[in-house]
C-alpha cells in the first residue's frame, strides 16, 4: 500500500483491472504529483521523475496536485512552510510539459487566517496556472467554519464547497468533507453533498473517466487516527458503473495508495510536514526528522533515480 | 509546588469542617491536556462551580466543542488554553470539531 521510491507498477499486468489500461504509479516526488491522461486514463508521476528524461512523455491532459500546505505552520520539523512551498512552486514551473492545471487538496492554511490564505495564493499563483481547491479541516476554523474560504475559493460551488468541471473528456468532482464532523466520527460529506453527487453522475457514460479530490481519505485508511471518511463508501456506490475511478487525497502527509476494483485510491504528500505512518507513533501530529531530511520527506530533494540532482538544485534557485 | 500549597489549603480548613468552603477561598483548577491527539483525562468529575481549562499541548490545532453546543473553544493552537465555568450538575460530552475522534467528558456534580 506504501508509495515507493522507484516506479513500482500498480496491478501491472496480470488482470482485469490493469487491462483497463489502470493506474500506475511511476515515482512519486512530494512537493507535487504530476497527472497525466493518455486516452483519457489518469496516471500518476513525481515531480522528480517528470522533470527527468526518463518521464513518459504526455500526450493528452497533465495536471498537477499539491496538498496541505498549511502556511501559518511555524514548528519543527519545518518552521518555514512558506520556503518549501515556494520550492514546490519553482520545482513545478520549471516541468518541461506546462501541465493544465494543478489540484490542491486542501490545508491551505494552518489556522484559517487570511494573511495565511494571502501568503498561500501569492506563492501558488506564481505557477501561472488554474488552481482547483477543496478545504482542509484546517481551512475552515474561522467562527462561521469556512465561510473565509468559501469567499475565497467557493465561487460557483455548492454547500460547503463542493462542485465538478470537465477537461479532456474526464469528469472531475471535488468534495468537502471536512465540515460538520461528527463526535466519535471521521471525515464526513452529509446527505446533502451526497445527493448532489448522486445527481452530479448521472448522466455520464460509464467510460467517463472519473477523478475525485477531497482532503481526507475517502477510504478507511487508519481510522484509529480518522484517516477515513464515515460516508465515503456510499460516495464511491455512485461511482461503481464507472470503469475508471481516480481518488485524490491528501490529510495524512504521506503516500498511501490502494486499488479496489476500478477505484485507485492516491494520498499525496505535504509541502509542509511529514506525519507518521499509521499506528507508528502515539498520535498523528507533525513527524520530527532532523532538518537535512525534512525534504526527503516533502519530496523536493527525493532523487532516488533521477540522475537530477541538478533539477532540485535548478529549482531552488529563484526565478529570474 | 502544587502539593504543597495543596497541603496548606487543607490544614486551613481542617478546623472549618465545610468542604465547599474550600472552593471559595481557593477554587481549584480541573485541567485537561489535549495531547498526541486525545483528552487526558478523558472524563473528569468536578463540582458545580468548577472552571474547567483546557490546554492544548499538540504543535496541531484542537478545538473543544460540547456535543450539545452548550460550551465551543476556537481553534486551540499550540499551547493556547479555554476554561468552561460548569453551574449545572450533568455530563458534558465533548469533542474535537477538527479532529472528531477525539472526545472527552466532564462529569459535574451538586456541590
Not at chain 1, 493518455?38 to 497533465?62: E, H, I, M, Q, Y
Not at chain 1, 487566517?113 to 482542509?136: M, T
Not at chain 1, 492516491?266 to 531530511?293: C, I, K, L, N, S
Request: glycine share 10%.
Amino acid at each position: 500500500m506504501n508509495g515507493s521510491d522507484h516506479g513500482e507498477p500498480l496491478q501491472d499486468d496480470d488482470d482485469g483491472v490493469s487491462r483497463r489500461g489502470f493506474l500506475r504509479c511511476m515515482t512519486w516526488a512530494g512537493t507535487g504529483v504530476l497527472w497525466m491522461a493518455n486516452d483519457g486514463l489518469p496516471r500518476s508521476v513525481g515531480l522528480s521523475s517528470a522533470l527527468a528524461a526518463t518521464a513518459p512523455k504526455p500526450t493528452g491532459l497533465t495536471f498537477l496536485q499539491i496538498s496541505d500546505s498549511h502556511i501559518g505552520f511555524d514548528r519543527p520539523p519545518n518552521t518555514d512552510v512558506l520556503a518549501t512551498l515556494r520550492e514546490a512552486v519553482a520545482k513545478i514551473k520549471t516541468l518541461p510539459v506546462k501541465p493544465s492545471f494543478m489540484i490542491h487538496t486542501g490545508d491551505i492554511s494552518h489556522l484559517s487566517k487570511e494573511k495565511e490564505f494571502d501568503d498561500a495564493n501569492q506563492l501558488i499563483r506564481e505557477v501561472g496556472l488554474p488552481v482547483f481547491y477543496v478545504p482542509g479541516e484546517h481551512d475552515v476554523l474561522d467562527d462561521e467554519q469556512g465561510k473565509l474560504y468559501r469567499d475565497r475559493y467557493g465561487k460557483g460551488t455548492k454547500g460547503a464547497g463542493w462542485y465538478s468541471f470537465d477537461q479532456h473528456g474526464i469528469h472531475f468532482i471535488g468534495l468537502v468533507n471536512v465540515v460538520d464532523l461528527k463526535a466519535g466520527g471521521l471525515g464526513n460529506l452529509g446527505e446533502e453533498q451526497l445527493k448532489w453527487l448522486e445527481d452530479d453522475v448521472r448522466g455520464l457514460s460509464a467510460s467517463t473517466p472519473i477523478v475525485v479530490f477531497a482532503h481526507i481519505p475517502l477510504w478507511s485508511l487508519y481510522p484509529e487516527w480518522g484517516w477515513g471518511t464515515d460516508d465515503g463508501a456510499r460516495a464511491l456506490s455512485f461511482l461503481k458503473r464507472f470503469g475508471s475511478v481516480t481518488v485524490l487525497n491528501g490529510h495524512i502527509h504521506q503516500i498511501m495508495q490502494k486499488v479496489e476494483g476500478n477505484v485507485a485510491f492516491h494520498t499525496a504528500r505535504a509541502t509542509a510536514f511529514p506525519q507518521p505512518a499509521p499506528g507508528t507513533a502515539p498520535g498523528p501530529g507533525p513527524m520530527q526528522v532532523p532538518a537535512g531530511e525534512l525534504r526527503k520527506y516533502l519530496g523536493v530533494a527525493h532523487v532516488n533515480f533521477v540522475p537530477g540532482n541538478k533539477h532540485l538544485a535548478i529549482i531552488d534557485t529563484p526565478l529570474a | 509546588m502544587a502539593r504543597t500549597e495543596t497541603w496548606r489549603v487543607a490544614f486551613l480548613l481542617v478546623p472549618l469542617l465545610a468542604g465547599a468552603a474550600a472552593f471559595a477561598v481557593d477554587a481549584p483548577t480541573n485541567e485537561v491536556k489535549i495531547e498526541n491527539f486525545t483528552f487526558a483525562p478523558e472524563a473528569i468529575t468536578v463540582l458545580a462551580g468548577t472552571k474547567v481549562t483546557w490546554v492544548n499541548r499538540d504543535d496541531i490545532p484542537h478545538t473543544v466543542t460540547a456535543q450539545d453546543h452548550s460550551f465551543r473553544s476556537k481553534a486551540l493552537d499550540t499551547n493556547d488554553s479555554f476554561s468552561f465555568t460548569f453551574e449545572k450538575p450533568g455530563e458534558y460530552a465533548y469533542f474535537c470539531s477538527i479532529h472528531p475522534k477525539m472526545v472527552g467528558k466532564i462529569i459535574v456534580k451538586a456541590p
